[in-house]
Nanobody
Framework: VQLQASGGGLVQAGDSLRLSCAAD????????TGWYRQAPGKERELAAC???????YYADSVKGRFTISRDNAKNTVYLQMNSLKHEDTAVYYC???????????????WGQGTLVTVSS
């Protein structure tokens, strides 16, 4: 199983980015998936997740600005990030597993991470 994350980069505060994570080697539609992030010197935290049937969860810090979605035909999960803030700077990781595993930070599979840097 491989998860390939992409879409990170350097942007200015207020800009938007869309992260993508393509999964290969599993029946993607049957699994929950989500995005975690880890800022320098901080613990990894859940940004957003989506269940196999499309139910979503967002951390308070990103609610109203980030949107998670999935395209099961493409085995891909997306994270649309709008109104980016300097504090959104982090390495973003995608993960796949059961819903409880994803929410609990114990996803079965993890991507390699993509760096998002937001300049203030």
């Amino acid at each position: 199983v491989q998860l390939q994350a992409s879409g990170g980069g350097l942007v200015q505060a207020g800009d938007s980015l869309r992260l993508s994570c393509a999964a290969d080697g599993l029946t993607f539609r049957l699994h929950a998936t989500g995005w975690y992030r880890q800022a320098p010197g901080k613990e990894r935290e859940l940004a957003a997740c989506i269940s196999s049937v499309g139910n979503t969860y967002y951390a308070d810090s990103v609610k109203g600005r980030f949107t998670i979605s999935r395209d099961n035909a493409k085995n891909t999960v997306y994270l649309q990030m709008n109104s980016l803030k300097h504090e959104d700077t982090a390495v973003y990781y995608c993960t796949v597993g059961s819903y409880s595993q994803v929410v609990g930070g114990r996803g079965t599979y993890w991507g390699q991470g993509t760096l998002v840097t937001v300049s203030s």
